[in-house]
């Protein structure tokens, strides 16, 4: 069964600190994404990736970065965590036949 | 106005019914369509691939209308199980690369 695991299911971290966010796919998919998930607001974009050493800015990149240093490992950072940041993250890879995500992180920054 | 749009519900039907939901899309190059289901407080996973010839699965039917920018999820026999939020995902290449999201469409079925 092809799988997209992200490292913690639940994360409390301070204001301030440097967050990191893993996530490992099995399936060799080039395309790999960051979505952040609130009630009423959807999935949205955070950043996104064709290949490796690849980035792309989504729709709400500010105050996040990524790193892709091999295929399979997608990671996300929050460079200094604000409390508008704690939030329901969603890893997905995609290949033909759509996105495999993650089952998510839910992150609170207090 | 957004790339893809959809009637957010919530949708409250009993068992048994018949529910169909709509979702449109803006770009007329889009060209892979898929509805994804979302318990609450999981991840969002793939229930069907949408064909310009439609397709069926079981009691769940999708149906693609390019010429009206809209697809279609078609719900026969509800059931509790069927509870869920319903995403409708829009792709511009076929290599499913960068999707669009919508929103989702609450569905509670009730005994």
């Known amino acids: 069964d092809v799988k997209v695991t992200q490292s913690s299911r639940y994360l409390v971290k301070r204001t301030g600190e440097k967050v990191f966010l893993e996530c490992v796919q099995d399936m060799d998919h080039e395309n790999m994404f960051w979505y952040r998930q609130d009630p009423g607001l959807g999935l949205r974009l955070i950043y996104f990736?064709?290949?490796?050493?690849?980035?792309e800015k989504g729709d709400i990149p500010e105050g996040y970065s990524v790193s892709r240093e091999k295929k399979e490992r997608f990671s996300l950072i929050l460079e200094s965590a604000s409390t508008n940041q704690t939030s329901m993250y969603l890893c997905?890879?995609?290949?033909?036949?759509?996105?495999?995500f993650g089952s998510g992180t839910r992150l609170t920054v207090v | 106005r957004k790339e893809v749009e959809q009637d957010p519900g919530p949708f409250n039907v009993p068992e048994g019914a018949t529910v169909a939901f709509n979702c449109t899309y803006s770009n007329s190059a889009s060209q892979s369509f898929f509805w994804y289901r979302q318990d609450c407080r999981k991840e969002p996973k793939l229930l069907m691939s949408?064909?310009?010839s439609g397709n069926e699965d079981g009691r769940f039917t999708a149906q693609l209308n390019r010429a009206s920018q809209y697809i279609s999820l078609l719900i026969r026999d509800s059931k509790l199980s069927d509870s869920a939020t319903y995403l409708c995902?829009?792709?511009?290449?076929?290599?499913?690369?960068?999707?669009?999201f919508g929103d989702g469409t609450t569905l509670t079925v009730k005994p």
């Open positions: 949408v064909y310009s």
């Open positions: 997905a890879s995609s290949g033909v036949y759509g996105y495999t």
């Open positions: 990736s064709y290949d490796v050493k690849m980035k």
């Open positions: 995902v829009v792709n511009g290449r076929t290599n499913a690369g960068k999707s669009t």
